[in-house]
DNA sequence: GCGTCCGGCACACAACTGTTTACTGAACCC
DNA sequence: GGGTTCAGTAAACAGTTGTGTGCCGGACGC
């Protein structure tokens, strides 16, 4: 039961959107630590004092920048893994839905693509959390194929993390094709299909002491 | 034949040299866009205009850390894909590499995660370019094995981009374990064997059609 | 209807930025 | 030894930055 908003709550939240935006978008050219507070206000077109009335700081807005970027990720994958089970098909859809996310949301992949390993702590830190929340969302999809059987909680916390750092990559690599700044998109899903493929190869000979089965 | 170098050159260099060291120290603690030319020539001890006198711009000097930073990973590498032709072997000594060279030049490391894929776009293509070379290499090296035979030239580069990604990965990890900020360095190293292991597994059993072979 | 709340404003502050200019003085070449 | 080259200097330039203060005025709760 929420209690309706405000007249001005409803404006509060109109620019403190406005501001998330504006700082998004400025941050196409160059990254977080650099982007000034006066910047973002002028973008927005308010003063530099109002910028206080909703975040303490500019790196405050990254970190809520990190929450949205990343937040409705969860549910692109989570279908993706739960909707197919037969392994090539798995690994188209799940391509397609990266390339389809990074055509939606552009700018907040390249924020959290350059900001991973940025200059600003908080930011960092931020992100490392939700991409490990994620890892452990993969992990305990996959822990429920057939495949998985007998898997230790380690091995299937590897596996999911070597998930996520692909598709970290490869949503990146999209990014990048996007801008005429790397190879074409089809060749980027090309690549990305082949690797899961591998992955998934690798997957199935994988035996629980680790050691590598001979053909 | 080299002519010896001048007095002057060799002080040239000495002054070069303090401004690639301060750039790259004062880059702990932000990202290069935001990297003020004034604050690395204070750190050297020069006035702001001796600073043109090396580097065009900030991001020129940027450019160089690339190449000084990439350029000798490239024998590190080969030398620990040759030396060894056994997978569980190869895998130890190349995760091995990967810590020392992270022990060895942590600050180098963590210049190329964060500007990889960072805010200066020249930066970025230097990285970029130096990476895909080292693809290229790696594909190269892997190409000998008995286990590459039949495979398409398409498809060993691939192999060698997932080769570099999981390293990149793996390197930004350990440095992170170094400053305490994920998990621990063993740790690092333990995820990062088995995941090479996962790739070599699935290698293995690649077919050069590119369909999952059943178990 | 009235007092309070509060998002946004204008203004001022000191500190900082990149870049240009004309210069000094030591190492250089012949 | 004398003229030239050139790394480094000092000073000035116009803009920029983050932050603090006091105030306004419309929406709010009662």
């Known amino acids: 039961m929420s209690t309706t908003p405000s007249q001005r709550d409803l404006q509060k939240a109109r620019t403190r959107r406005a501001?998330?935006?504006?700082?998004?978008?400025?941050?196409?050219?160059?990254?977080?630590?650099?982007?000034?507070?006066?910047?973002?206000?002028?973008?927005?077109?308010?003063?530099?004092?109002?910028?206080?009335?909703?975040?303490r700081d500019v790196s405050d807005l990254g970190v809520a920048l990190v929450e949205e970027s990343l937040g409705s990720l969860h549910e692109v994958i989570r279908s993706g893994l739960t909707e197919h089970t037969e392994d090539a098909e798995r690994i188209d859809h799940l391509v397609g839905a990266i390339a389809a996310y990074?055509?939606?949301?552009?700018?907040?992949?390249?924020?959290?693509?350059?900001?991973?390993?940025?200059?600003?702590?908080a930011v960092r830190t931020a992100i490392a959390a939700e991409l490990d929340r994620f890892a452990a969302e993969v992990a305990r999809l996959l822990a429920?194929?057939?495949?998985?059987?007998?898997?230790?909680a380690e091995d299937l916390r590897m596996l999911g993390e070597t998930y996520v750092d692909n598709m970290v990559m490869t949503a990146s690599a999209f990014l990048e094709a996007a801008q005429g700044e790397g190879p074409a998109s089809e060749t980027v899903a090309h690549t990305a299909r082949r690797q899961l493929r591998l992955i998934s190869l690798g997957r199935r000979h994988w035996t629980t002491s680790g050691q590598i089965s001979d053909a």
Chains 1, 2 share one sequence.
């Open 19 to 55: 501001l998330l935006d504006a700082g998004l978008g400025l941050l196409k050219e160059q990254s977080l630590s650099s982007l000034g507070l006066r910047e973002i206000t002028r973008a927005v077109g308010i003063s530099p004092a109002a910028f206080y009335r909703h975040f």
């Open 102 to 121: 990074v055509r939606a949301h552009p700018e907040h992949i390249r924020f959290v693509a350059s900001e991973r390993h940025g200059g600003v702590a």
């Open 144 to 152: 429920e194929d057939e495949v998985s059987r007998g898997w230790s």
